[in-house]
Structure formats: C-alpha cells, structure tokens
Nanobody
C-alpha cells in the first residue's frame, strides 16, 4: 500500500487542523492505520491508530481528548482531526499502515511521506 499525507500547515495555538492520508493499492480496508509525528530534534512517536473496521482506536496520552482518528474505507483515506492544538504539537506528521494492530502502533510496515504541522504560540 502507498500512502500520501496532506493537510499540514501553520495554525495558532488553540486552533484546529485535519490531516488526511490517501492510500493506493489493494485491500485498503484490511489495513490498520496510524499516525506518528516527529518534532525537531526528537524521535518519531506514536500519535493514534485505528483498526481495519474503525471500531477500535488508540491514542497517545499527549493527544487523548484533543485528536480524533477516523477512516473512510470507501475513499481509501484516514484522517486525523486535531483540536486545541499546542505549540508542543509542532512536528512532521506521518501516516502508516500494517495488517496488525499491535504492529501499526509500534512498528508499521508501510509509511507515507510526512506533512508539517506548525503551531504558533
């Protein structure tokens, strides 16, 4: 599966952004999907994941209650709605995919290119 993320940009603290990740290839609905981020000078970290059906979601503690992951299997797209953004959320955001939920959270097999989110204070 190939992944293409979009939707990043510059936003003020307290604002919102929605990231999208379009997938190409077969069997999109069979993949678990996730979002990771990498801030300047820091390691890449897990943000959120969603099961193939959309019935299960997981979030990092730092974004729980502010971010929402969702998917539209008819459009082969996964979304990350980000609300109440903070300067600490500034990072390059990556979408990822794997056939297994426990793998997509830790070490996904497939990665998209990143999209930059900058939150100004």
């Amino acid at each position: 599966v190939q992944l293409q993320a979009s939707g990043g940009g510059l936003v003020q603290a307290g604002g919102s952004l929605r990231l999208s990740c379009a997938a190409s290839g077969r069997s999109f609905s069979s993949y678990c999907l996730g979002w990771f981020r990498q801030a300047p000078g820091k390691e890449r970290e897990f943000v959120a994941a969603i099961s193939w059906s959309g019935g299960d979601t997981y979030y990092a503690d730092s974004v729980e209650g502010r971010f929402t992951i969702s998917r539209d299997n008819a459009k082969n797209t996964v979304y990350l709605q980000m609300n109440s953004l903070e300067p600490e959320d500034t990072a390059v955001y990556y979408c990822a995919a794997d056939n297994h939920m426990d793998s997509v959270v830790v070490s996904p097999a497939y990665w998209g290119q990143g999209t930059l989110v900058t939150v100004s204070s």
